[in-house]
């Protein structure tokens, strides 16, 4: 039978836990980590990510701040606000919504943040940490979520296991792949040329999918017993009016193969906002400590 990984329930448990550090800080050290969330623009999705991730780390116990600037915001007074939060020592944590209005670099705004406050942990120093290693890293957050997942259900240990990913966004992608790598999977990175992806992807013990394709990988792409991340968040029309939305593997058809597979909604979305809650509380000690 294959199982749901319920990431809501797996998200809230790890966010009792992240309550109770964060009241043992406050009680030791007489410190609450505050996690600064700056947004620019109307992105609606955007919007609603950033006030749910205020709303859980409030939840925690933890200070939020959000920054709000119109999207007209030249990347200047941008990295005017990043340098007030770096300065900041009440501030532990800062992250910049993304997407960021096209006219706006990106990587440049990423670079600006301090990499001990980068709580998205796609500044280079943190990438690079975890590409070598070091375990101070702060790790992007949706692929900590997916490890804290698999190795929830999987058991910590994913020695030798093969391990596809497919998608290679700085974001999740890569990182995804690097956490693999460190947990001692072999891992495979496909993307769009990659010569017969269902082939491929058969092969895989875990399947991780971050492409923004909707249902983009069938159940014959798919191992009997594989355990399979769907990563992707896609709105579509219902035929019916109205929309949804859908991952990047047709769930229904991919679950009767499968051994557990993450639904859409409710699987890797909760678990990016927890871990969000887990590196903030993170990078709060390693401030006091470092
Ligand atoms: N600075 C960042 N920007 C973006 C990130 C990120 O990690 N850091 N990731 C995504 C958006 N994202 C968080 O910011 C995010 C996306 C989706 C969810 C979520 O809980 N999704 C729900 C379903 C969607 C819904 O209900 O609207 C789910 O899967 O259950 C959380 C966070 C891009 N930008």
Not at 3 to 8: A, F, Q, Y
Not at 162 to 186: D, F, R
Not at 221 to 232: L, N
Not at 270 to 278: A, E, N, R
Request: charged share 20%.
């Amino acid at each position: 039978m294959t199982i749901v990984l319920d990431g809501k329930t797996l998200a809230q448990k790890i966010s009792e836990q992240v309550t109770k550090d964060v009241s043992k800080l406050k009680a030791e050290h007489n410190i609450t980590p505050c996690l600064a969330v700056v947004l620019v623009g109307e992105d609606p999705a955007s919007k609603i990510y950033v006030s749910r991730k205020k709303r859980q780390a409030v939840a925690t116990g933890m200070l939020s701040k959000e920054i709000t600037l119109p999207e007209t915001t030249s990347k200047k007074q941008l990295l005017k606000e990043i340098s007030l939060l770096n300065a900041d020592p009440n501030v532990h944590g800062i992250l910049v919504q993304l997407p960021l209005p096209k006219h706006i670099d990106t990587a440049q705004i990423i670079e600006a943040i301090d990499p001990r406050k980068d709580v998205d942990g796609f500044h280079p120093v943190n990438s690079g940490r975890l590409f070598s290693g070091v375990n101070s890293a702060l790790v992007p957050c949706t692929p900590r979520g997916c490890v804290t997942l698999v190795k929830n259900h999987r058991g910590q240990d994913l020695t030798g296991l093969l391990a596809i990913v497919i998608g290679c966004s700085n974001i999740v992608g890569k990182p995804m792949a690097q956490l693999l790598l460190q947990e001692k999977a072999t891992v495979i990175m496909a993307h769009s040329k990659t010569q017969d992806l269902p082939t491929l992807c058969r092969k895989a013990d875990i399947l991780v999918v971050a492409v923004g394709v909707p249902g983009l990988v069938k159940a014959d792409w798919v191992k009997e017993g594989a355990t399979v991340i769907d990563v992707g968040i896609n709105r579509i029309n219902n035929p019916e009016g109205g929309s949804c939305i859908v991952g990047d593997v047709d769930y229904v058809g991919v679950s009767s193969v499968a051994g557990a597979i993450t639904p859409v909604p409710g699987g890797v979305g909760p678990m990016t906002i927890v871990s969000l809650l887990q590196n903030t509380y993170a990078a709060a000690v390693n401030q006091i400590y470092g």
